[in-house]
Structure formats: structure tokens, C-alpha cells
């Protein structure tokens, strides 16, 4: 039986991002089109100065494409308001970043409980406790960020991120500031809470490593995609076992 495709969780159209500098504008991103499949992971690798954190952020509402069309979870972002995309976000996408961007000020728990608690969710708190204990970090909720190694603010950092249960969590170099063992861990648990939670996961690396977990891998080059990861991934799988 065949089976039916996925749905796309993100859909890019002749996305262009051009930003002002002092020498005058920048083009950073140039005519990217990028399908995604709901569920599927994804990892997108190019040398620093490719372009794919811009495109991250383009896929996570946080940057608006200078030109072309970005449907990311249903939602039209080319259209939608500031509060329209905090919205979506909110509800729909999850962000994980190299260097975790808690609240110094509150504790573990209290940053994990923050998205829920702006967003109305009356059963915040329970939900903190219970995903800190799902990161492994139940023992320390009521630490605050400079009292957790690394490791323990990018955990802090995921059940952040897995706290509206987001249909697409995205991931910028998660690994980038943690050591080689931490990082292992954190790839281990990245990976497991996507596999439970059923998201699509979209992860920016310079890692092989990690890169190599993904289900696709797509390649960047001087604001282009240079490889989409699908030929590959097709002449892959029609290979005899």
C-alpha cells in the first residue's frame, strides 16, 4: 500500500531578506523555496555567513522575508501583524537557542511556567514541574539560570520551548555551547522529546553529527539552498537493503 504524503509544516516561496547596512543594503537570503513535511526533522548545515539562521528566524516568525510568500503551521506569516506572529508563536513554535535566553532573574520553573502564563494557561505551574521533570531536571526548579551549568540551561531551555506543546520546534546551534559529553545529552533528549511530542523539528548546526540524525538534510551557500536533502534522501531509500 502507498502510503499518503505529509502535509508541509512550513512552506517557503521565493523568500528574499535584504537588510540595511553601513556600506548599504545586504542581501542574506535569495529566493529560498523549502517545502517541510509535518513531523518530519530537519537539518539545514552551510558555512557561518549562509544564510541559515536568517532563515530560522524567517521560519520562526521572528524576521520577515523581504519578499516572497512563509506559511509556517497553518499560518500565513507574510500577512499576519507583530501580534499575529507573537501569537503563532506562542501557540504553534517552540525556539530553542545556542545560548538558551532564560530570564537571569527567574527560577527554573518559573521560566518554563512564563510562555504558558502569558498565554492564560491556568494549569502553568503543574506544567513547569511536570517537564522539568521530563528534561531530568525536577531537583533543580527553584534554582536560578547562573546557578545551572550549561547543560541544565539548555534543558531548562527545551522544556521551555516543548511548553505549549508546539507543533514545530525550531533549534539554533543547540549544541553550539556545550561540551562534547553535555552536548551528546542534550542531542539524545532533543531528539526523544520530537519523537514523543511529534513535532517537526528544524535544527541550524555546523555539527555532522547531529546533522546526521535528521531524517533530511539541507544545504546552504551564500543565501541560497544547494542542496535540498531530497534527491538524496530518495536515491537513499530506493536502495536495496
Given at each position: ?62 524576521e ?38 532564560l530570564v ?40 536560578f ?47 526523544d ?49
Amino acid at each position: 500500500m502507498t502510503s499518503m504524503p505529509r502535509a508541509n509544516a512550513i512552506s517557503l516561496r521565493d523568500v528574499a531578506l535584504t537588510l540595511d547596512s553601513r556600506a548599504g543594503p545586504v542581501e542574506i537570503l535569495k529566493s529560498v523555496t523549502l517545502d517541510i513535511a509535518q513531523g518530519s526533522s530537519v537539518a539545514i548545515v552551510g558555512a557561518s555567513g549562509s544564510g541559515k539562521t536568517s532563515l530560522l528566524m524567517i521560519m520562526a516568525g521572528l524576521e520577515r522575508a523581504t519578499r516572497g510568500a512563509v506559511h509556517v503551521a497553518g499560518h500565513d506569516f507574510t500577512n499576519l501583524s507583530e501580534d499575529g506572529l507573537a501569537l503563532a508563536r506562542g501557540r504553534d513554535i517552540g525556539i530553542v537557542f545556542q545560548s538558551f535566553h532564560l530570564v537571569p532573574t527567574m527560577t527554573a520553573h518559573e521560566n518554563v511556567a512564563l510562555p504558558l502564563l502569558l498565554a492564560g494557561r491556568t494549569d502553568a505551574e503543574d506544567n513547569a514541574t511536570a517537564l522539568l521533570q521530563t528534561v531530568g531536571l525536577g531537583h533543580r526548579h527553584e534554582h536560578f539560570p547562573a546557578q545551572l551549568s550549561g547543560g541544565e540551561q539548555q534543558r531548562v531551555a527545551l522544556a521551555r520551548a516543548l511548553a505549549a506543546k508546539p507543533k514545530i520546534l525550531f533549534a539554533d546551534e543547540p549544541t553550539g555551547n556545550l561540551d562534547e559529553s553535555t552536548g551528546r545529552t542534550i542531542t539524545e533528549l532533543l531528539f526523544d522529546l520530537h519523537r514523543k511530542h511529534g513535532a517537526t523539528l528544524v535544527l541550524v548546526t555546523h555539527d555532522a553529527g547531529l546533522a546526521k540524525r535528521c531524517g533530511r538534510v539541507v544545504r546552504m551557500s551564500d543565501g541560497r539552498i544547494t542542496d535540498d536533502g531530497l534527491a538524496t534522501k530518495s536515491v537513499t531509500q530506493g536502495q536495496p537493503a
